[in-house]
């Protein structure tokens, strides 16, 4: 049987150099694992040649499974996963079942500069990337490594977080100070998600972050890392040399309450402004209104335009548009609504780089969840350049 992979590009690059480029690979065909995770190490090298990307530009690649027990160890060698003594890459690997029926999907982010960059790792699970001055930390694959039951999610959410706080610590920086972005994965989120929640909520409040402060922008999403008996893992991406007021926090209260209102601790999106770009973190986002509440139960189609018009509104705020995204994660509950929503997306944001997998949102009623990465041409003058 034959597997075939497509990729989806697309970069941003200013007269001063310092591009970004995402690529997206989708399978499309059937065979088995070996087959599918060499189509798509295919399809990315093809990618990387059309976008002219030189090696050692890979900065973060989330690898996306249908079976991570089972599948997770079949990555090395794959060309995917990078071995110790390889070119650093902060590499995600996470199980929410690419749609609309394969077994490995990709999402990866690159960067070039014209003057260079470095990586370099910083611990098992954290890639340090330094480019105009500025010092970059991406850190994946966070999790307790439980061995047994039972199993605590509110434990395990203060261990990864302490995990990311001790790295921030010996570069010089804080969670508060520095974190722009986590990625939180629960396994059983109907179930292990009010956990996780609750010991972010008091974990923050030990850091500083409050409804007084400032939250980090976030995605809590159904997901599962290689350890059986984990149900919290994480992601996350900060950078070390911020400066004053070069973070901002995008919020529409017209359209989206602040999260704390209804028990959450997260900023619906970021922007962190450079001389030559603003790029934007927008969080999990989908079909909520100002009250907190869900709108258009039931329809998905319907959900998925609300979510999109939330982006939209939370983008403006830092004076972006749609069209500024790099890239979507949708998540969708149920697998039989890929198809419609698929077709819905690609004639609202054509050509964009999406990945579409099987993600349960925090909350029952809600059918679909995106989240998203831009960068516009916004610079700002007395910041250095990206």
């Not at 990618?47 to 991570?68: N, T």
């Not at 258009?296 to 830092?318: F, I, K, S, T, Y």
């Amino acid at each position: 049987m034959r597997a075939d992979a497509r990729f989806t590009t697309k970069g941003f690059e200013t007269a001063s150099g310092g591009r970004e480029q995402v690529i997206s690979v989708r399978v499309e065909g059937g065979g088995d694992f070996a087959l599918q995770q060499a189509a798509v190490a295919g399809a990315y090298r093809e990618a990387m040649e059309a976008a002219g990307l030189p090696p050692g530009s890979a900065v973060f690649r989330r690898i996306f499974l249908s079976d991570v027990l089972n599948q997770a160890a079949a990555l090395k060698g794959g060309g995917l996963c990078p071995g110790e003594e390889e070119e650093p890459v902060a590499v995600s690997v996470v199980e929410q079942a690419p749609l609309p029926g394969s077994k490995i999907a990709l999402l990866a982010y690159h960067v070039t500069d014209p003057a260079g960059l470095s990586k370099r790792r910083v611990g098992a699970r954290h890639v340090l990337v330094e480019k105009s001055g500025a010092r970059h930390l991406w850190s994946t694959r966070l999790c307790a490594g439980a061995e047994s039951f039972p199993v605590s999610a509110e434990a395990q959410t203060r261990a990864v977080f302490e995990e990311l706080i001790g790295a921030l610590g010996a570069a010089g920086g804080s969670l508060a100070g520095n974190c722009v972005r986590t990625w939180m994965f629960v396994k059983g989120i109907d179930v292990f998600y009010p956990g996780m929640v609750a010991s972010r909520r008091a974990l923050f409040a030990e850091q500083g972050l409050t409804e007084d402060t400032h939250y980090i922008a976030a995605t809590g999403i159904q997901g599962a890392c290689a350890h059986r008996f984990d149900v919290v893992a994480m992601d996350a991406y900060s950078q070390l040399d911020l400066v004053p007021g070069q973070i901002a926090y995008l919020n529409d209260f017209d359209r989206l309450c602040p999260t704390h209102r209804y028990g959450v601790t997260f900023e619906r999106g970021s922007s962190v402004s450079y001389a030559d770009r603003r790029q934007y973190f927008i969080s999990g986002t989908a079909s909520i209104d100002g009250a907190g509440q869900v709108v258009h139960r039931g329809d998905v189609l319907a959900q998925l335009e609300r979510a999109l018009g939330n982006v939209e509104a939370l983008l403006g705020a830092g004076s972006g548009r749609l069209d500024d995204l790099l890239y979507l994660i949708v998540y969708l509950r149920d697998r039989a609504d890929a198809a419609a929503i698929e077709a819905a997306v690609a004639e609202r944001l054509p050509g964009l780089p999406v990945v579409f997998v099987e993600g349960v949102v925090c909350r029952p009623e809600w059918l679909v969840e995106i989240e998203g990465v831009g960068v516009a041409a916004l610079g700002r003058a007395g910041l250095a350049h990206f």
